[in-house]
């Protein structure tokens, strides 16, 4: 499979909840090619393996706010019966210890080197925001000397030799 192609799969699937990057159980799931049911089983068997930090429960509220976001199934009919689990890139990287498949690793790999990527991308883009900031704040400077010379010139222009204009008494 193209690189390219897994890499834009799971960078589509990496989600911000709680300032932190993270994909859910199910998104995982997908990758590895289990059912979700499976994979969350193998996670809890491994509880002590996913501090908090590594993987946290969604609260209805965040749920919600992602169904909303996302096209998802209706509670009611085959939706789930818990919120989903989401994992940060450490609780990812853990996950390679607990699912041992050809597929898993292959996955694991794909979803590490995304995840690399993306704070590559990060650092150039906090780079160059820095850098626009920089030219604004210095344009901005400058602007507001521009501004200040012409005022200067306009008041001395009017007081050093302005013609009246209008009718005279």
């Known amino acids: ?25 199910r998104d995982l799931a997908e990758l590895y090619e289990i059912e979700t ?3 969350n089983q193998s ?10 930090d590594f993987m ?12 909303s976001q996302f096209v ?13 689990y989401a994992f940060t890139e450490e609780g990812i990287y853990m996950l390679a210890t607990v699912l041992n498949s050809k597929v898993a690793v292959q996955t694991n790999i794909a979803i590490i080197r995304t995840f690399k990527k993306l704070r590559e991308f990060s650092k150039h883009y906090n780079a160059l925001a820095k850098q626009i900031i920089e030219i604004d704040r210095k344009h901005d400077q400058q602007y507001k ?3 200040k010379a012409l005022d200067e010139l306009i008041a001395s222009s009017e007081v050093a030799g302005a013609k009246v204009m209008g009718f005279l008494k």
């Open 72 to 84: 998802t199934s209706n509670k009611g009919r085959g939706g789930r019966r818990y919120m989903p």
């Open 145 to 147: 000397a521009l501004k």
């Open 56 to 67: 946290f429960q969604l609260t209805e509220k965040e749920y919600e706010n992602l169904r």
């Open 37 to 39: 049911k499976v994979f």
């Open 43 to 52: 996670v809890k068997r491994n509880a002590d393996r996913f501090p908090d």
């Open 1 to 25: 499979m193209d690189e390219l192609l897994v890499q834009g799969e799971i960078n589509s699937k990496i989600l911000t909840l709680r300032g932190r990057q993270v994909m859910l159980d």
